[in-house]
C-alpha cells in the first residue's frame, strides 16, 4: 500500500467526508477542486443515485444478489445496508483492487454473513463472474446485478471500457442488470460545458490521479450494448427516478456525469408452427 501516491478509493472517501484519506489525497482533490469548487457535490449526488438504483432492484425488480466492482472504501449508507434493508436475505459482494479498501471492508463487515468484501480487478481474465470467490457466495446462474459506479471511467481508451463491460453482459444469466455511471463529455450537446470537462481530465492526470476519461454519450450507451434501458435511460444522475425536486441549480461539475440501468431480457420464447 502506498501512501506517498494519491488514491481514488481516498480521494472519493474524502469527498464524502470519510476519514479513512491522507494528505496526498486531500491535495489532489483541492486540485480538482479548483476547477470544479462543487466536485464534492458530484460525489454525494453519485452517492444518493446509487441508493435510489439498488432500492429498485432489490425491491421492484427483486434481485437478491449484487456485486459491487470498484467498490471503495465503505462510507455511509453502503449498497449492502440498502438492498438488505428491502430484502434482508439479498446478498452483497465487493471488489476493489486497491488493498486498502479491502483490508477495512473485510474488518467492518465481518458480522455481516450475507456481505464480503474480496480483493480482485475488474479486468481479471475470465471476469470476476468466474472468480471462484466471488461464486462461493454469489450463484452466477441466478440473476445478478453488477454495479459499476465511478469506475469504467478510470480505464484508459485501449482497454476498451466497453469491450470489458460486454465480457461480463454476455456471462451474466437473463433477468440479471447492469447499474454504471461514468464522467460525461458532452461534446456537440453543449461545447461549453465540455470545455470543463475537458479541463477536469487534465486536472486528474495533474494531481497523479491517473486517467479520468469523459466520455460522450455514444460512447457510454455502448455499454449497454444487448439490455433493455430501464427508463428514462442514460441520464444526468439527478434525472434518474429523483427523489424530489431539485433544492438549488445544479452546478456545470455535476451534470458532467451520466448514469444508467440495462436489464438482460430473457430471449424470447419459440415459435410455434401450426398445421394447417
Known amino acids: 500500500m502506498d501512501t506517498t501516491r494519491p488514491s481514488i478509493a481516498r480521494v472519493y472517501d474524502y469527498s464524502l467526508g470519510g476519514k479513512d484519506n491522507y494528505e496526498v489525497d486531500r491535495t489532489a482533490y483541492r486540485h480538482i477542486e479548483r476547477i470544479a469548487p462543487r466536485y464534492g457535490d458530484l460525489a454525494l449526488m ?7 438504483v439498488v ?17 471503495g472504501l465503505p462510507t455511509a449508507l453502503n449498497t449492502h445496508q440498502i438492498a438488505q434493508y428491502e430484502n434482508r436475505h439479498a446478498r452483497v459482494v465487493y471488489v476493489d483492487n486497491d488493498p486498502l479498501c479491502a483490508v477495512h471492508g473485510s474488518a467492518l463487515l465481518a458480522q455481516n454473513d450475507n456481505t464480503h468484501y474480496l480483493r480482485g480487478d475488474l479486468l481479471e481474465p475470465g471476469t470476476l463472474l468466474e472468480n471462484p470467490e466471488v461464486t462461493r457466495y454469489l450463484d452466477p446462474d441466478r440473476p445478478i446485478a453488477v454495479l459499476t459506479c465511478a469506475l469504467l471511467h478510470h480505464l484508459d481508451d485501449h482497454l476498451d471500457p466497453a469491450t470489458v463491460v460486454r465480457e461480463y453482459t454476455t456471462r451474466l444469466p437473463c433477468g440479471s442488470f447492469l447499474a454504471t455511471t461514468n464522467f460525461w463529455g458532452p461534446a456537440g450537446e453543449d461545447p461549453e460545458l465540455h470545455t470543463l470537462a475537458t479541463q477536469l481530465e487534465h486536472a486528474f492526470t495533474a494531481s497523479g490521479l491517473g486517467t479520468a476519461r469523459y466520455r460522450t454519450r455514444e ?37 458532467l456525469i451520466l448514469g444508467g440501468v440495462g436489464f438482460k431480457q430473457p430471449p424470447p420464447p419459440p415459435k410455434i408452427h401450426h398445421p394447417r
Open 46 to 52: 453519485n452517492r444518493r443515485w446509487l441508493s435510489r
Open 219 to 255: 460512447q457510454q450507451l455502448e455499454y449497454f450494448d444487448g439490455l433493455q434501458l430501464i427508463a428514462p435511460g442514460l441520464t444526468e444522475l439527478d434525472d434518474w427516478w429523483p427523489a424530489g425536486p431539485p433544492t438549488r441549480t445544479r452546478a456545470p461539475e455535476q451534470r
Open 55 to 71: 432500492r429498485y432492484l432489490a425491491g421492484t425488480a427483486g434481485i437478491d444478489q449484487f456485486l459491487d466492482i470498484g467498490a
